[in-house]
């Protein structure tokens, strides 16, 4: 830092010789020239995937064919790939497996934790949930006849207080997806399972990006994402967290031939596997798990924890950034200021943040844009650099201080944002 | 043929010869000495797709990143792969879309169309259908507080009869798994809608091999495997039919916001799209998709009754070599004799199956087990020769005349027969 406190270029690059996992940037094929601050939405492309999907299309998928269900071990990919999750979740091996998205687990979740608590009748979630949570919780409250409350995020505590012993779940996204806030998982679980309740985490923006302690915490179920902190490819498949005191007790209603006790004998009566084997449906895409498991090794040899410490730190100084070089050009901060109260990424509101986002894209900055006015900008810790940090912020002043933004191609709205 | 009519090796080549689609075997990569008779389980590798994954891979997950679900038009590859699908399935190119599995999709479609004869409470199904439908059937019975009835083949006419206008439903494996005995689709679909029912064909072991015609026989709804015989790869997403007439009807349960009006609105009210798209969950693997739609390239030009001939003659040839070279040996035939009522597979009884299988397997003669006691042999006519059948027969004979069968390690159980 200089004298008057003013962040320079030389010190963000200072702090990138000081970081003690700068190395594992190289782990990854990442876009020359590009800055990309988009891991919470779809992560880098690490080494070693695409040999892995070469080795598993032309020698187990073309010359193995059918065989390599057994020889080249692709049946118990999807308990590998939950293994190597569960390591970073502070879940037991065997309490976590991959398979499907994450709204078909949150589904089979809460009509098996609803069965588990069926003489109660309210579901406490958050207004603003991610969209996809906020349907399967209204469709499932209505298939097992039960009362959907969502409730503002500082009214959570206060709603399942109220709900009390008729209170069956609860069901929150751990970081939000637009704001980056967390929850307080500990404190959460403890208030509803006090209350006889269960407690269902959505950790889509918390994987690979937080030390997260599902068994510290007394975790009953989550759920979570594969393609983005933890970089296993586009619509990679979803995890799904059972804590080992429900195997026996939970009953998921997507009853496949993969999640019964003996698929291969092939019977008319169901029954359920009793391990976390009982969560899988159908067939897993094979590509896509193996992808997901190799990507998984970038995190073999992490502490989480120095992982958390950087990514904050990109956060912080990402906000100083904007507040010392952005100043009075309509931007707010629509993450919590406080880096332990915020996940991987630091949201900004503006109201052109649409066109401003397109036009720092175009640059090679690469974040995205939650409707109405939302840009989030994601610090994925093992590859986002601090003088990343710098170079973004720069372009985003650019693109304000010339009006790039107003070009009639930024305007112009394309099928995903 | 000789003059005993006796069938030679050389009349095998010769018929190979005068095969219209032989050119089709030049569009896979198969393992050189290998005899494939499994494609009716993980269909063989068709030349492209490993390097359609690379550019995914490399190109657009790698550099492209985020924005590839704009620029190289990720978000639709779904409804894409789909059209493919419905042109070889006689369905328009909007009513079919690939996505998840066929477990989950069964489920969507069943509590879809169990909502549209909310009145109705009987659902006929057959013993000894694929596990995961009975199983998918009877769960959501149970949640829609229907009945299952599973009846013997022979006996779905007669219990449809029976259960009258109290029918909601009927759905059935077009083509049995185990036997490959076909259902009268335009028949059974006839007299379900006669008394005001639906009907939910799984066409598992039918896309891909045979001519359906899913608009001539009015079907209703349909799922199907992308693994099998359209060779989309190890576990590849499943697809999933809903004639025109039912979209607005339709209000399938997992609600996922890929199968929003809008989803990137991003809003807490679902409301589904109006086309096909409604029947998306979440984000599907980009990687799995577009492997299965380069795979559907292999079909673009095959006139599919062509090919349906080709695996007639196929398992017509098959059955009279087993009875030609295997007299004596404990064979039974467990397909129907009449390949107009048998799909693209002959299975045989034998009460040393399991061993026997994995002999054969052992010499490069790849087909697979079904408990109790079935052999099954499927004929991919893109890709198996008749000179193929002729060799795999005298394996067979090989296998029991030296009672190598009896080995040991063909003796052991592995995870995944």
Redesign the interface.
């Known amino acids: 830092m200089t004298a008057q406190d003013t962040i320079t270029r030389a010190d963000t690059i200072k702090m990138d010789g000081a970081d003690p996992i700068a190395h594992l940037r190289d782990r990854f094929?990442?876009?020359e020239g590009?800055i990309?601050l988009?891991g919470n939405?779809?992560g880098?492309?690490p080494h070693g995937?695409?040999e892995r999907?070469?080795v598993a299309?032309?020698d187990?998928?073309?010359?193995?064919?059918?065989?390599?269900?057994?020889d080249a071990d692709?049946?118990?990919a999807p308990q590998r790939a939950g293994t190597a999750i569960a390591r970073i979740l502070g879940a037991d091996d065997d309490e976590v497996i991959v398979c499907?998205?994450?709204?078909?687990n949150l589904?089979k979740l809460l009509?098996g934790a609803l069965r588990m608590r069926k003489d109660r009748k309210i579901i406490v979630s958050e207004?603003?949930n991610?969209?996809?949570d906020?349907?399967?919780n209204?469709?499932v409250a209505d298939?097992m006849g039960c009362e959907l409350r969502?409730v503002m995020p500082e009214e959570v505590e206060s709603a399942i207080d109220d709900a009390g012993i008729d209170l069956a779940l609860v069901q929150l996204t751990h970081v939000h997806y637009k704001s980056g806030r967390i929850y307080d998982m500990a404190g959460i679980t403890k208030l509803a399972q006090d209350l006889g309740a269960l407690v269902i985490w959505d950790l889509a923006h918390s994987a690979g990006c937080l030390p997260v302690q599902l068994n510290a915490c007394n975790a009953d179920f989550a759920v979570g994402c594969g393609?983005k902190y933890l970089n296993g490819?586009?619509?990679?498949?979803?995890f799904v967290f059972v804590a080992r005191r429900h195997f026996d007790a939970m009953n998921q209603?997507?009853?496949?031939?993969h999640g019964?006790a003996e698929?291969?004998?092939?019977?008319?009566d169901?029954k359920p596997h009793p391990t976390i084997d009982q969560m899988l449906?159908?067939?897993?895409?094979?590509?896509?798990?193996l992808?997901l498991e190799k990507a998984m090794e970038v995190f073999a040899d992490v502490d989480m924890t120095v992982l958390r410490q950087k990514n904050m730190a990109l956060g912080d100084l990402f906000i100083a950034l904007v507040e010392q070089e952005l100043d009075g050009m309509g931007f707010g901060l629509a993450s919590p200021r406080d880096a332990e109260r915020r996940g991987s990424q630091v949201s900004l509101t503006h109201e052109n943040g649409y066109a401003i986002m397109q036009a720092v894209?175009a640059r090679g900055v690469?974040g995205?844009f939650?409707?109405p006015d939302i840009l989030r900008f994601g610090f994925a810790a093992p590859y986002v650099r601090y003088v990343d940090i710098w170079d973004a912020v720069a372009h985003l002043r650019e693109v304000m201080e010339t009006g790039e933004w107003r070009r009639p191609e930024f305007n112009e709205k394309?099928?995903?944002?």
Chains 1, 2 share one sequence.
């Open positions: 094929a990442l876009p590009d990309y988009d939405s779809l880098a492309l995937v695409m999907l070469e299309v032309k187990e998928w073309g010359n193995g064919l059918i065989r390599s269900w057994n692709w049946y118990p499907d998205s994450i709204s078909v589904f009509v207004i603003g991610f969209p996809t906020v349907y399967i209204q469709e298939i969502c393609y490819g586009p619509g990679a498949p979803a209603p997507l009853r496949g031939w019964h698929p291969f004998a092939f019977t008319q169901y449906t159908g067939t897993a895409s094979q590509l896509a798990t992808a894209i690469v995205d939650r409707a394309r099928a995903v944002t």
